[in-house]
Each structure stands twice: as structure tokens, then as C-alpha cells.
């Protein structure tokens, strides 16, 4: 597998997703999920990681990130793949790749962008048809957001209120219940390319501003209207099996 371009960009909003070796489901049994989530929450203690949004799926994740630029998304993300993987490849006896060879990130404009891909991160498993309501999926930010733990948190709230402009994380809990049922009212849960498969997403000003900071290895490339609202840089270089791969990689 060709390895993925590397973009970066201090300061930005990062949705990451990492998949499973040849989309396997290792991630199939809550107890393995669950370890994954107790990794999350030792990046974000041992590294200051500011987590957004997460879901752990059957054979991959989706982690909403804010970079501070002391590059604590890598060494997180180093900690928990590798922690995730060590202990499944123990406990069943096994060897190989866990992981596929990177995760991949996609930068967020942090305006009603950021609602969009948080939202869409929670009705990851609705839109597969495994649960009819995010609350239903044990191991997802939608249920630490409405119910916090004491102790053990990954999610950190002060950020959710900083950057979706939301005076108080009472306030925001019921914003955001109120986006996620909009969303399943409407029945719009369709998969969203935009999100998982473009150097960055946002409105014109951000897309342009992003243009310039990544530099003349992304100037080239194509940007593509996704919505009257919606701009995403496009990277139709390498294709797996159908996918494109248009993500950043810290």
C-alpha cells in the first residue's frame, strides 16, 4: 500500500480515522472497543490530546481532534494503536499488522463544518444500520457527552464549548442532542465522502487559507464544491480498492 501524503497544519481541527488491517473486524467485541477507549484517555492524560468526538467501530474509529502543535496527536495516536494492538495480538495469540500501515486525517473548518462532521461522527453506526440511535453504541462520544464520567473522560468539553461558540456544556448537551435528532428526523444519514477523504473541508476562506499553509504541495490540487457551502481540497492520487485517499498524515 502506498503510504499517505503527510499535510499538517498546526492549531487545526483534525477528524482521523483509522482502520483495521484489511478492514478486518478486529474491533468486533465491545471488550476490545472499550480497551481502545481506555488507550484514548491515557493520550489524553499523559499528552494533553483535546478530543472532540470519537466512535470505535468493528473494524475502524473516527477521532475529532485540536491540535495545540506539540505534536500530541501523533504520540497519542502512536499510544493507542499500539497499545490496542499489542494487548488483542497477546490475548488471541496472534501476529501481524493490527492496523492498516497509517491513519488518516482530514482538516475541519471550524465554524458549522465542525457541528457537521461531529454530528456525522455520531451517527456513524445508525448509518450502518447496526443501531437506530447513537445512545445505543456503548463505546462512542455521543453517550460521554450526555452522560460524564466522574473520572475516566476522554471527551473535553471546554473545547466543544470554545470552538462551537456555546456558552456553557449544559447548553451545548442540548444543541447537540438537538443536531443529532434533526438529522435522524430528516433521515439524511447518507455517507459523506467529504469528511474522510479530502485534505481539508470548509468554507471558501478557510479552504484558501489552508491552500497556503500546507504550501506547493497542496496548491496543485484540486478544490471541489461539495454543497453551495461546502469547499474540500481533493488528492486523487492513490487509490485503494476504490478509495481515495485525500487525508492528512501527522
Same mark, same amino acid.
Request: with cysteine; charged share 25%; aromatic share 12%.
Given at each position: 500500500m502506498p503510504r499517505a501524503n503527510r499535510f499538517y497544519v498546526p492549531g487545526c481541527v483534525w477528524h482521523i480515522t483509522h482502520r483495521c488491517h484489511d478492514r478486518q473486524f478486529l474491533l468486533r467485541f465491545n471488550?476490545?472497543?472499550?480497551?481502545?477507549?481506555?488507550?484514548?484517555?491515557?493520550?489524553?492524560?499523559?499528552y494533553g490530546l483535546v478530543v472532540l468526538n470519537y466512535v470505535a467501530t468493528s473494524n475502524h474509529v473516527h477521532l475529532l481532534v485540536q491540535d495545540s502543535g506539540r505534536r500530541e496527536i501523533s504520540r497519542s495516536m502512536q499510544l493507542i494503536a499500539g497499545r490496542t494492538a499489542q494487548e488483542y495480538n497477546q490475548r488471541k495469540s496472534r501476529k501481524g499488522a493490527?492496523?492498516?500501515?497509517?491513519?488518516?486525517?482530514?482538516?475541519? /473548518?471550524?465554524?458549522?463544518?465542525?457541528?457537521?462532521?461531529?454530528?456525522?461522527?455520531?451517527?456513524?453506526?445508525?448509518?450502518?444500520?447496526?443501531?437506530?440511535?447513537?445512545?445505543?453504541?456503548?463505546?462512542?462520544?455521543f453517550n460521554e457527552i450526555h452522560a460524564p464520567p466522574q473520572r475516566y473522560w476522554a471527551i473535553?468539553?471546554?473545547?466543544?464549548?470554545?470552538?462551537?461558540?456555546?456558552? /456553557?456544556?449544559?447548553?451545548?448537551?442540548?444543541?447537540?442532542?438537538?443536531?443529532?435528532?434533526?438529522?435522524?428526523? /430528516?433521515? /439524511?444519514?447518507?455517507?459523506?465522502?467529504?469528511?474522510?477523504?479530502?485534505?481539508?473541508?470548509?468554507?471558501e476562506a478557510y479552504i484558501n487559507k489552508m491552500k497556503l499553509d500546507l504550501g506547493a504541495r497542496a496548491s496543485y490540487r484540486p478544490v471541489e464544491m461539495n454543497s453551495r457551502e461546502t469547499l474540500m481540497i481533493k488528492d486523487a492520487n492513490r487509490i485503494r480498492r476504490s478509495f481515495t485517499i485525500q487525508i492528512v498524515r501527522f
Open positions: 471488550r476490545d472497543r472499550l480497551r481502545w477507549r481506555y488507550w484514548l484517555r491515557q493520550a489524553r492524560i499523559r493490527f492496523w492498516e500501515d497509517r491513519y488518516f486525517a482530514t482538516a475541519i /473548518d471550524t465554524d458549522q463544518h465542525l457541528i457537521r462532521c461531529l454530528v456525522y461522527i455520531d451517527l456513524n453506526m445508525v448509518r450502518a444500520g447496526v443501531v437506530k440511535h447513537p445512545a445505543q453504541w456503548v463505546v462512542c462520544g473535553n468539553s471546554p473545547a466543544l464549548c470554545h470552538l462551537t461558540g456555546i456558552r /456553557d456544556f449544559q447548553a451545548f448537551q442540548r444543541c447537540h442532542r438537538q443536531w443529532v435528532q434533526s438529522r435522524l428526523v /430528516d433521515g /439524511d444519514l447518507k455517507r459523506e465522502p467529504a469528511w474522510t477523504e479530502s485534505v481539508a473541508v470548509g468554507s
